[in-house]
């Protein structure tokens, strides 16, 4: 028999097992005769609603009865060297996860990703972060494992589907992340740890069959047309020389690769405009954050980073926090020289002592009509409108410095008077920051909106909004302005026959997590339809 128990324990009381085990038999009250045999945690969460945080714990109680662990996922693969072929463009959570369940469906996955592994994409992060060089095809949005690698790690998802959530992070287990993201409410890997475990997912996808190219960037398509004017997808051509053919073709490029974009439009083949956000990160002392959070001068020594969540609604569009990163670093995300990006990024011991987040806008399509006559790479359509909106915001940022990666920033409270900050506080930021006037650089009516937010968050956090917190600028890769169209019912593109939109680049994801399950949605779909 097994039973599920909610316990509460001290942060440290919840570092033992045996503790947490006493507590279950005291909840259980067990008759005689009985015996509690296994006490395994399904859910772990910090509850600092209260003065003094405690740690709530879901544990199944195995009465009479021995915990049996799930088998290996991975030990079920069988060998798809000979199989059908499946093209997937990028490398990324969704392209690497549609690979696995694909092998596990019995097809082949070819993998085409225009940047590096993650070995080598060090270097080109290295060149970023010290000389300001940004190489296009690798850096922190492009290579091996995606934007996720190398600027975060975090396993958050809105996702209520248990089921395919637990599927994604067992293997990702088996790839070698701790097991407690199992049981973690926010699980992280975090940018340290997680390199590995994707080179452990690339190891395991060729070992059964598949095959993986890095340094190939997908710059057409090959399309047929049938008499009846249906179009289809053959394949794919590589670093414009080599062509490519399989049965299906997944697209799961991520929400950076505008060429993409381009080259679907050049292709005739359907794109959507889709809302999205933009703004700032925001980067706070940990120690105040931690404060604010856990109602203690010093964090307990036994509880983790505290994080935060804030939004509001000013002037009918949300202001909202946006991928926060506990302990963590900012970092410097542009996919193309002559711009300035920011992102942020944990490492698995989120012990820096910065806390930043993404603070950012709601964007609505709108919001846009202004661009409806400017180009983006030489295409005048409202479509590109968000995109060209982003790439402006970005070269406008990158123009106000001196040609680096060094970023503008501004103390939050002269921000909000349209006051230039005399100087800046320490920062994570390795390229450094340089005080800017932020609420010019930004497009006044989403500087106007973020001015307006962060004084109204500091109502129920007290003590957030401060000169010790600054902005620095900009972040604006929180998800893609356009969307491919999709099929519901049998998620290929509804004009072309055998491609298959997947992922952040196609506006089906937010995370890796979700793209991960995306992917793997995507290669069940195909394996119904072509095996």
Known sequence: MIKRIEIALSPKDAQSNSLIKQQVLKKLKLPKGQELVDAITARRSIDARSRIPVVRILVDAYIDEKYVAPASIIKQYGIVKEAKRVIIVGAGPAGYFAALQLIELGLKPIIFDRGKDVQDRRRDLKAI????????????????????TYSDGKLYTRSKKRGKIENVLRLLVEHGATSDILVDAHPHIGSNKLPKVVANIRETILAHGGEIHFDSLVTDFILEQSNSGQRSIKGVVVNQKTEHFATATILATGHSARDIYTLLYKKQIRLEAKPFALGVRIEHPQSLIDEIQYRQPVRDEFLPAASYSVVCQVEKRGVFSFCMCPGGLIVPAATAPNELVVNGMSLSRRDSPYSNSGMVVAIELEDLATYNNKEFEGLKDPIFNGLKFQQEVEQTMFQAGDGSQKAPAQRIVDFTKSKLSKDLPSTSYIPGVYSAPMHELLPKWVGSRIQTALPEFNKKKKGYFTNDAQIVGTESRTSSPLRIP??????????????????????????????AMDGENVAKMIATLVK
């Open 129 to 148: 972060q010290q000389d300001g060089i940004v190489n296009p095809h690798s850096n922190y949005c492009f290579g091996e494992g995606g934007a996720g």
């Open 486 to 515: 999709r099929n519901s019912a049998t998620l290929m593109h509804p004009d072309i026959l055998g491609l298959y939109p997947c992922g952040e680049g196609a506006g089906y994801a937010g995370g890796i997590v979700s793209a």
